[in-house]
């Protein structure tokens, strides 16, 4: 399939950094986060196809079109080298554009995402994906909402998560269950050794799916690897507390500013 021209936003100036985000999101999902990075980085956010205002191929998508579309949005930009971060589905496809494109990348950020998954792990993000095509997407997303978020921020802030959740109803369902599919059949072990740059692996201490046991063996697996575990968070850390993340993510981005 053919790369797309992605919709994309750059704030702030320094060394570029590209920002990936998950399944049913937006670029926007980067905002709070960019609060504390752009006056160090030029950060530059993105939709992924199907997303936000990006163009919608026809589904299905596989992981290296996600890549294919970021290596075009990098040659647009004539951005030689840069970081790459990303959340989720984004934490797989920054180490992949890596392992292809290794000469262009400086650092990885690979922030609530999984690898090294057990059966059972793996049967339980495929049966999400199951109900959601046979029960409708809307109905499935109450358990996801527990997962993302705390019980006390969905206390606190009930409207970030009515916006969430209606980001994802709005969002093409062929496109959404695609990209779910992706997350959900994507396994880096077999590959992770490979991608040797300097890497910040960073999950919430009660992200169901992306725990600390899947980003334990990821940073294991990675040869310059760092593992940042964040208290009490679970998924949705850039929405949920982007003031907490920014401090581990401007440490390391900071001491390998130029590579």
């Not at 160090?40 to 579309?69: A, E, M, N, Q, W």
């Not at 959900?184 to 919430?204: F, N, R």
Request: with cysteine.
């Amino acid at each position: 399939m053919a790369a797309i021209s992605s919709a994309f936003s750059v704030e702030g100036h320094g060394p570029p950094l590209f920002l990936i985000h998950g399944i049913g999101a937006s670029r926007h999902s980067w905002d709070g986060l960019i609060r504390h990075l752009a006056p160090h980085f030029r950060c530059i956010s993105y939709d992924l196809r199907g997303h936000g205002l990006s163009p919608k191929p026809t589904p299905p998508y596989s992981l290296d079109d996600l890549v294919d579309d970021l290596e075009a949005l990098r040659a647009e930009l004539g951005i030689e080298r840069a970081h790459f971060a990303g959340h989720s589905l984004g934490g797989m496809i920054g180490p992949r554009y890596a392992l292809r494109y290794p000469e262009r990348v400086l650092s990885l950020g690979l922030y609530s995402t999984a690898a090294f998954r057990t059966d059972d792990d793996a049967a339980k993000v495929r049966g999400v994906v199951a109900a959601m095509r046979q029960k409708g997407i809307p109905l499935v997303l109450e358990a996801l909402k527990d997962r993302w978020f705390t019980p006390a921020f969905a206390e606190r802030c009930p409207e970030v998560i009515e916006r969430r959740l209606r980001q994802v109803v709005e969002t093409d369902p062929a496109v959404f269950l695609s990209v779910f599919d992706i997350y959900a059949e994507t396994e880096m072990a077999p590959w992770l050794h490979e991608v040797t740059h300097p890497s910040l692996v960073l999950t919430g201490e009660h992200d169901g799916g992306c725990n600390p046991r899947l980003n334990q063996a990821i940073a294991e697996a990675m040869p310059h690897s760092e593992l940042v575990i964040l208290p009490v968070l679970r998924h949705a850390i850039l929405l949920e507390d982007p003031d907490t993340v920014a401090v581990p993510v401007l440490d390391f981005l900071q001491r390998h500013r130029l590579g």
